[in-house]
T-cell receptor
Framework: NAGVMQNPRHLVRRRGQEARLRCSPM?????VYWYRQLPEEGLKFMVY????????ESGMPKERFSAEFPKEGPSILRIQQVVRGDSAAYFC??????????????FGEGSRLTVL | AQRVTQPEKLLSVFKGAPVELKCNYS??????LFWYVQYSRQRLQLLLR??SRESIKGFTADLNKGETSFHLKKPFAQEEDSAMYYC??????????FGEGTQLTVNP
């Protein structure tokens, strides 16, 4: 099992461009979580998705950010019209179980977004 | 609102010394708490969960509801324990709220 795969590992965008970050969960995992880590800060929850459904998006900024986890293919975190404040490391985690009460999330290596 | 606090950003101990990484939480529901660890150049991974009452790599953590704490302890630190440690709280069963992390360095 290859583990959670995120790509690209590094992405550079200019202000106003779009950023797309991809996450392939571990085999057999149908629950995906996205977290953001700003410089010098901890991990902040963004969104929890199951296949084709958004379960909890309470951590997503109201504008410019969206996430999906289609029936086929990876989960995508999309940031439109990026601004410098979006520069951060974005982590994806997957789980074979619904919810987080087991605490067992498997993390990817992260995608580092830099906005010029 | 739920919150996890790790008061120490950096903690340095000598090999063989006891180590305690502090974690306090605030949450109105029934808390489910975890410790995650990230070794150098590795992914963040689950270390232990309070519900299991387990000892992993010599580490234990006890949930103290009266003090709203979940401190991570090890009686004799090893150099390979050097890593970033995050305390995490399951909120509404749908997300983990993480503390800001403590960088532990175990000196030879």
């Amino acid at each position: 099992n290859a583990g959670v795969m995120q790509n690209p590992r590094h992405l550079v965008r200019r202000r106003g461009q779009e950023a797309r970050l991809r996450c392939s969960p571990m085999k057999g995992h149908s629950h995906v979580y996205w977290y953001r880590q700003l410089p010098e800060e901890g991990l902040k929850f963004m969104v929890y998705l199951q296949k084709e459904n958004i379960i909890d998006e309470s951590g997503m900024p109201k504008e410019r950010f969206s996430a999906e986890f289609p029936k086929e293919g990876p989960s995508i975190l999309r940031i439109q019209q990026v601004v410098r404040g979006d520069s951060a490391a974005y982590f994806c985690a997957s789980s074979p179980f619904p919810g987080t009460n087991t605490g067992e999330l498997f993390f990817g290596e992260g995608s580092r977004l830099t906005v010029l | 609102a739920q919150r996890v606090t790790q008061p120490e950003k950096l903690l340095s101990v000598f090999k063989g010394a006891p180590v305690e990484l502090k974690c306090n939480y605030s949450y109105s529901g029934s808390p489910e708490l975890f410790w995650y660890v990230q070794y150098s150049r590795q992914r963040l991974q689950l270390l232990l969960r309070h519900i299991s009452r387990e000892s992993i790599k010599g580490f234990t953590a006890d949930l103290n509801k009266g003090e709203t704490s979940f401190h991570l302890k090890k009686p004799f630190a090893q150099e390979e324990d050097s890593a970033m440690y995050y305390c995490a709280l399951s909120v509404s069963g749908s997300r983990l709220t993480f503390g800001e992390g403590t960088q532990l360095t175990v000196n030879p």
